[in-house]
């Protein structure tokens, strides 16, 4: 979601949807399928592979499980998913580029399955990757964790924020704060935002309550925090131009905490994933 996005739904933060066991089943399938075309595509993840022919190993894999790739067409998104390389923070449009080793590469996948949206996304490393590298996506992937470890009824979504942000500055990382998670579900971009970051103290944001669906996609950087999105309309980029990372799941708020939808069922979504 882009700035103006965020400040309008703000304003709205009511009425956030609740759903029953029925979505979360809903949730489970499509949460589940697009972490499995994630795992699908780890042993093709390596140096001279052209983020195009990863986009479409993703569609045809969608379209065998009688599934859409969400970003297609929407808003004008040209391919099905997102291809998001080094200081790329998010949203890259997949094309010609061949990724070479080194590079660290971002995967969104979201898949619809029956009407329900399954949003995750993962670093890959190209072959070897430089130790800065490497440190930045640990530190995202722990992002990710201590974000979901404070998804609990009665907490409220700054306090996802400021687990995020607290771990990642004493890593001497920067938030990203022009895009945040999003409530989810029949919809893709829903209520409530999820933002990374918490400059205002406890209590702030909405309540959790059980029923809620959202994603969690912290977007972390080496350098600072400032993004720009290119002429394409698409891809932000870091200011300085240093590296960005970030990890996402698609989570369901419980009576007791959380469900993680888009875990891999094949183990596969640990931090520094490469192809063997
Ligand atoms: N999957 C992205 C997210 O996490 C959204 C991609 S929308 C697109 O919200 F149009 F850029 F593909
Ligand atoms: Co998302
Ligand atoms: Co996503």
Redesign the pocket.
Known sequence: MSNVELKRAALADRDIKRHGPEAFEGMRKAGRLAAEALDMLVPYVKPGVTTAELDERVLAFALDHKALPAPLFYRGFPRAI?TSFNHVVCHGIPGDKKLAKGDIVNI?V?LIVDGWHG???RMFAVGDISRRAERLIEVTFQCLELGILAVKPGNTTGDIGRAIQTYAEAQRCSVVRDFCGHGLGRVFHDRPNILHYCDDGEGAGSVLKPGMLF?I?PMINLGRDGVKVLADGWTAVTRDRELSAQF?HTVGVTETGCEVFTRSPAGLDGPLIRAS
């Open positions: 997102c969104d979201t949003d995750t996304s994603t996609e996402e």
